[in-house]
């Protein structure tokens, strides 16, 4: 699979899998599990978790997914912003680290900005690094001036900003997006079918053709712009081999200009959009 560089020098898989969700309920545990695995079969060995996700399941689900794979995987991992001080952030890594049994994130994220100063969070995400509990940080939820600010205690580090970002939530193509490119910091889209919603739009079935799916061309989309990575969830294994399939995908010059017109650009900036 194609991959994008981060500052350090490591590179990031273009398509993992996300986890929002998993590890809510007994019941779908072993299914969750198996989804995962057969992702990480097809070749999605970047799986995006959170110790949010489930308080702390979805990163359990996760250990189970990936015994025995860990060298092939590229594990990311979200501090909650209240846990974000310089201690708090070390004791929720190593809690996440616990829960995910391995000894290292191949990146941790700040899950979205709170009110502990940037400049103890990114003390404690250097340290993190230097003890090589984690391979790189970054933020996620982060607008461009929160990036801008960033850079002060980042050492120009930051690997990446995970944000909103489908054909629906076009914003950050305004600011955020440019600026990291020109950083060269991968953006990751999260929620790229907009949690499921984005398929019910008729201008998106127009475009799908014979044998490609609205989830197809949702995240062939993204796929298609550069520097961004892009980790839709599903606990299903059809859905997750139809969204690995988007690889394969090339839309052509006419499939993205009726994209533009159906789902257009920003005109203007626009706050940063969350779920
Ligand atoms: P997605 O846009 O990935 O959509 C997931 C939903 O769509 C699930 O309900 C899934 O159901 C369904 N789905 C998946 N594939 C298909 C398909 N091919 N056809 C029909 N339905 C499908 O939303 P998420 O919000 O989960 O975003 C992806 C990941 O991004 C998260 O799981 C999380 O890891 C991350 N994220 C990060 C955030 C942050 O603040 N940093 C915020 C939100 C998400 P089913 O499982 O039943 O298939």
């Not at 273009?14 to 057969?38: C, H, N, P, Y």
């Not at 974000?84 to 070390?90: F, L, N």
């Not at 899950?111 to 940080?137: C, M, N, Y």
């Not at 995240?219 to 690889?247: F, G, M, T």
Request: charged share 25%.
């Amino acid at each position: 699979m194609r991959s994008l560089p981060l500052p350090s020098g490591a590179t990031m898989p273009v398509l993992g899998q996300g986890t929002w969700g998993m590890g809510e309920r007994t019941k779908q545990r072993s299914q969750e599990i198996d989804a995962l695995k057969f992702g990480i079969d097809l070749g999605m060995t970047l799986i995006d978790t959170a110790e949010m996700y489930g308080e702390g399941g979805a990163e359990e689900v996760v250990a189970e997914a990936i015994k025995g794979q860990r060298s092939r995987l590229f594990l990311v991992s979200k501090v909650y912003p209240h846990n974000a001080t310089r201690r708090g952030t070390i004791q929720a890594c190593d809690r996440s680290l616990k829960r995910l049994k391995t000894d290292y994130l191949d990146l941790y994220l700040l899950h979205w900005r709170g009110s502990v100063p940037l400049s103890e969070t990114f003390e404690a995400l250097l340290e993190l690094r230097q003890s090589g509990k984690i391979r790189d940080f970054g933020v996620s939820n982060f607008d461009q001036d929160d990036l801008v600010e960033a850079r002060q205690f980042d050492h120009n580090l930051t690997a990446t900003d995970q944000v909103l970002y489908n054909l629906s939530r076009r914003g950050i193509e305004w600011d955020v997006l440019p600026w990291c490119r020109q950083q060269g910091i991968p953006v990751m889209a999260y929620s790229p079918i907009e949690q499921g919603r984005l398929l019910k739009n008729k201008a998106l079935g127009a475009i799908s053709r014979l044998n490609v799916t609205p989830a197809q061309v949702a995240i062939s989309w993204l796929l298609h712009q550069e520097n961004v990575v892009v980790i839709p969830k599903s606990s299903r294994r059809d859905r997750i081999q139809e969204n690995y399939a988007a690889l394969d995908i090339t839309l052509s010059q006419a499939d993205l200009a009726a994209l533009d017109e159906a789902f257009p650009p920003p005109a203007r900036s626009q706050p940063l959009e969350m779920l």
